[in-house]
């Protein structure tokens, strides 16, 4: 047995058969002490916590689907090293060795910002309910990302390539057509209603994103940010697509019958498979997959590209057209022009220069 006294306090016994063991809970309860962490809660494990944290603090505030980001994160990055840990025994040192080893495995930076961004919230809260006295995360620092590679972005002979081999190998073709006349994200086009589609003023309205939760399965999730909400003008091309995606959709149930059997609350998507019911992340990936090797096939050097290049090809060509940066924030959905920005400063040269070229006049 062990006891530990500090500034005329004395600290519950310590008792153990062996030594080392007592010695070590001991030289835990004497940091936690002098640095202000002990409490009679001391037991609880960073598993145990962060289930509370989340369904009876965190999880009230967020949407289902940032709510298993959360989880998912959780599982995979923090869990496997500080999961077992009691919540006061976590020092700031453990949490930045914890940011430096995911930097070291080439996490990127928002990636990493994000588990600070969990943590820092679960400590804030012990805090809050008298659990821990300081917040370990506060001072730790996320490391800075790596130089990365240039962003893929389809040249405009590699876009007319990839346009003519979806339409001949894709099912879903009109899926990836729709996402180089929009800038659409993946699951902003595989959630669009026929209620988004105003072919009159010729308008699409971003209402939401298709999601899967395990255990909940598909939903249409609305945007998280008032921007994601946002309205699209068809262009000639998205006007012609969504037509005969309308057209085609129709003859499609009159040919399934009593197979068409949408899920609940998805009856109205504008892209589905043969049964009436959402195309899957997966299948669209897959299709990516397959149009690409027949690319390669015919000996067309194209690059692995994923989905979400199309939407910054789109954004390219725009920009290129001489679109302004503002607008362009708006059509994609962008929280703020910096953001723009940032993403598409490679097009912003060649487009300063065009423009300017418009003040030759002047000086004539």
Same mark, same amino acid.
């Given at each position: 047995?062990?006891?530990?006294?500090?500034?005329?306090?004395?600290?519950?016994?310590?008792? +153990?058969?062996?030594?080392?063991?007592?010695?070590?809970?001991?030289?835990?309860?004497? =940091?936690?002490?002098?640095?202000?962490?002990?409490?009679?809660?001391?037991?609880?494990?960073?598993?145990?916590?962060?289930?509370?944290?989340?369904?009876?603090?965190?999880?009230?505030?967020? !949407?289902?689907?940032?709510? /298993?980001?959360?989880?998912?994160?959780?599982?995979?990055?923090? !869990?496997?090293?500080?999961?077992?840990?009691?919540?006061?025994?976590?020092? #700031?040192?453990?949490?930045?060795?914890?940011?430096?080893?995911?930097?070291?495995?080439?996490?990127?930076?928002?990636?990493?910002?994000?588990?600070?961004?969990?943590?820092?919230?679960?400590?804030?809260?012990?805090?809050?309910?008298?659990?821990?006295?300081?917040?370990?995360?506060?001072?730790?620092?996320?490391?800075?990302? $790596?130089?990365?590679?240039?962003?893929?972005?389809?040249?405009?002979?590699?876009? $007319?390539?990839?346009?003519?081999?979806?339409?001949?190998?894709?099912?879903?073709?009109?899926?990836?057509?729709?996402?180089?006349?929009?800038?659409?994200?993946?699951?902003?086009?595989?959630?669009?209603?026929?209620? +988004?589609?105003?072919?009159?003023?010729?308008?699409?309205?971003?209402?939401?994103?298709?999601?899967?939760?395990?255990?909940?399965? =598909?939903?249409? /999730?609305?945007?998280?940010?008032?921007?994601?909400?946002?309205?699209?003008? #068809?262009?000639?091309?998205?006007?012609?697509?969504?037509?005969?995606?309308?057209?085609?959709?129709?003859?499609?149930?009159?040919?399934?019958?009593?197979?068409?059997?949408?899920?609940?609350?998805?009856?109205?998507?504008?892209?589905?498979?043969?049964?009436?019911?959402?195309?899957?992340?997966? $299948?669209?990936?897959?299709?990516? $997959?397959?149009?690409?090797?027949?690319?390669? +096939?015919?000996?067309?050097?194209?690059?692995?590209?994923?989905?979400?290049?199309?939407?910054?090809?789109?954004?390219?060509?725009?920009?290129?057209?001489?679109?302004?940066?503002?607008? #362009?924030?708006?059509?994609?959905?962008?929280?703020?022009?910096?953001?723009?920005? +940032?993403? =598409?400063?490679?097009?912003?040269?060649?487009?300063?220069?065009?423009?300017?070229?418009?003040?030759?006049?002047?000086?004539?």
């Amino acid at each position: 047995m062990a006891r530990f006294q500090y500034e005329g306090e004395l600290y519950p016994p310590i008792y +153990d058969r062996d030594l080392k063991v007592v010695e070590k809970k001991l030289n835990d309860l004497r =940091y936690e002490v002098t640095h202000q962490m002990y409490t009679k809660n001391s037991k609880i494990t960073l598993d145990q916590w962060f289930e509370v944290w989340l369904k009876e603090y965190r999880g009230i505030r967020i !949407k289902r689907g940032t709510q /298993e980001v959360y989880r998912n994160t959780y599982q995979a990055r923090i !869990k496997p090293v500080l999961g077992k840990k009691r919540i006061t025994s976590i020092r #700031m040192e453990q949490i930045q060795k914890l940011y430096n080893a995911l930097a070291e495995k080439n996490y990127s930076e928002g990636s990493i910002k994000l588990v600070g961004v969990i943590l820092y919230g679960m400590f804030k809260q012990a805090m809050k309910t008298g659990i821990i006295s300081k917040n370990p995360a506060a001072m730790a620092t996320i490391p800075k990302a $790596k130089e990365r590679g240039e962003r893929v972005v389809l040249t405009r002979d590699e876009q $007319k390539q990839f346009q003519t081999y979806a339409k001949q190998y894709s099912q879903h073709h009109k899926v990836f057509l729709l996402a180089l006349c929009t800038g659409m994200r993946n699951g902003e086009i595989r959630g669009l209603s026929w209620s +988004d589609i105003d072919f009159e003023k010729r308008i699409i309205h971003v209402t939401g994103t298709l999601k899967y939760i395990k255990g909940i399965g =598909y939903y249409k /999730e609305t945007p998280k940010t008032k921007t994601s909400k946002r309205d699209i003008p #068809m262009l000639g091309i998205s006007y012609e697509l969504l037509e005969q995606q309308k057209k085609e959709q129709e003859k499609q149930k009159q040919l399934a019958g009593q197979w068409w059997q949408p899920l609940k609350g998805l009856d109205d998507l504008v892209f589905t498979m043969e049964n009436g019911r959402f195309i899957s992340r997966e $299948k669209v990936t897959s299709e990516l $997959k397959i149009i690409l090797k027949k690319m390669r +096939d015919d000996h067309i050097n194209i690059p692995d590209f994923t989905f979400h290049t199309l939407r910054h090809t789109f954004a390219t060509r725009g920009l290129e057209q001489g679109i302004s940066l503002k607008i #362009m924030q708006t059509i994609l959905g962008h929280t703020t022009l910096a953001m723009t920005s +940032d993403l =598409y400063s490679h097009v912003l040269p060649t487009t300063k220069a065009k423009e300017l070229e418009k003040m030759e006049a002047v000086f004539k």
